[in-house]
């Protein structure tokens, strides 16, 4: 099976300008885990998950370092830091998305998309046609579909 035929077309979605208020609201309305977000020209430009919203109320882990000669050395990551920072802060969807997400054409095999998931633990990939969005696939839909094969 292909992803387009185990794909739910009807595939709820959120811009960059939205609010994170708006997309916890559309989360708990439609019980759903994530949404894709998508630009004016329905390209998938991000995905705001359950997780990056629970990133988003996490307490803040300040990066140690130390000074040596007058110079500061991280000894974690400053950039994870920021990124961090942004996301507690946020109030776009922009800020809080998780950028360049794991997309699949609408093509690609069920079994693909199964080893993806579990290989990247993801809950749901876009997918597209001609690099727009067309549907999601979800773990539930591929235990469906492995539930009519039998």
């Known amino acids: 099976m292909l992803a387009k035929e185990i ?14 208020e708006d997309v916890i609201k ?15 020209e329905k390209k998938v430009i991000g995905i705001v998950s ?10 803040l882990h300040v990066p140690s370092y130390i000074q040596i000669l007058g110079g ?12 961090e920072l942004k996301k507690s802060v946020a109030v776009k969807v922009e800020d809080v998305m998780t950028k360049e997400p794991v997309t699949v054409d609408e093509d690609t095999p069920m079994e693909e998309i ?4 579990s290989d990247a633990r993801i809950n749901r990939l876009p997918v597209l046609k001609d690099g727009k969005l067309v549907g999601i696939v979800s773990r539930a839909d591929i235990i469906r579909s492995l539930a009519r094969k039998e």
């Open 50 to 59: 359950e997780g990056d919203l629970i990133v988003r109320s996490q307490k």
């Open 72 to 83: 500061i050395i991280y000894l974690d990551d400053p950039e994870d830091f920021r990124e």
């Open 114 to 117: 199964a080893t993806i998931m």
């Open 7 to 20: 794909m739910n077309a009807d595939v709820v979605f959120v811009g960059p300008d939205d609010t994170v």
């Open 26 to 40: 559309l989360l708990l309305d439609k019980k759903i885990s994530g949404v894709p977000v998508v630009n004016n």
